[in-house]
């Protein structure tokens, strides 16, 4: 399995634009987490998925932030109207409730966003 | 909230010293993980605990479970520069739900 896949790795784009990344869930994962990790704040949970169900988007910034899951095998996190404040590296991670690797988190390699 | 603390939050140490992290959380967790994140990459899983008491071995690596399975410990005999990174633990208070994770350690080791 070629792993969590995130696209792309790295971003950089104005004030206002909008954002899109991606990942590509691990395949058979009922599980997908959005994190952001900064310098300040460390690992964030934006938001998690079940079996593409949004269960928790607590963490979530604020509206400027939506996250989709529209199958098993995609999902998006889109920032509209993006602001500086938003640089950070994005993680999505997956886990299954199943088998051997039961909960174990598999990362991607993270979006690398810089908003100027 | 619920939450994981993890403290120390820097730690520097000269090779071949032991090194140990820690984590805490106020109730009890139904299981906890380890990860570590080497410079520039991404948090890459080390090791689950579950049972109360657990401890793990993996080569130089000791991870322990609390006993009233509200704090886990990692600890790094005789540390070697391929141990630099950051080492996170993550939470789960129910079976299924999210992971917390712990503000994450960043080990320095001086060769």
């Known amino acids: 399995d070629a792993g969590v896949i995130q696209s792309p790795r790295h971003e950089v784009t104005e004030m206002g634009q909008e954002v899109t990344l991606r990942c590509k869930p691990i395949?058979?994962?009922?599980?997908l987490f959005w994190y952001r990790q900064t310098m300040m704040r460390g690992l964030e949970l934006l938001i998690y998925f079940n079996n593409n169900v949004p269960i928790d988007d607590s963490g979530m910034p604020e509206d400027r932030f939506s996250a989709k899951m529209p199958n098993a095998s995609f999902s998006t996190l889109k920032i509209q109207p993006s602001e500086p404040r938003d640089s950070a590296v994005y993680f999505c991670?997956?886990?299954?409730?199943?088998?051997?690797?039961?909960?174990?988190?598999?990362f991607g390699p993270g979006t690398r966003l810089l908003v100027l | 909230g619920q939450q994981v603390m993890q403290i120390p939050q820097y730690q520097h140490v000269q090779e071949g010293e032991d090194f140990t992290t820690y984590c805490n959380s106020s109730?009890?967790?139904?299981?906890i993980q380890w990860y570590k994140q080497r410079p520039g990459g991404h948090p890459v899983f080390l090791i689950q605990l579950v049972k109360s008491g657990e401890v793990k071995k993996q080569k130089r690596l000791t991870f322990q479970f609390g006993e009233a399975k509200k704090n886990s410990s990692l600890h790094i005999t005789a540390t070697q520069t391929t141990d630099v990174g950051t080492y996170f633990c993550?939470?789960?208070?129910?079976?299924?739900?999210?992971?917390?994770f712990g503000t994450g350690t960043s080990l320095t080791v001086i060769p």
């Open positions: 109730t009890t967790l139904s299981n």
């Open positions: 991670a997956s886990s299954s409730t199943r088998g051997r690797d039961w909960e174990t988190q598999y």
């Open positions: 993550a939470g789960t208070y129910h079976t299924g739900n999210q992971f917390y």
């Open positions: 395949s058979g994962h009922d599980y």
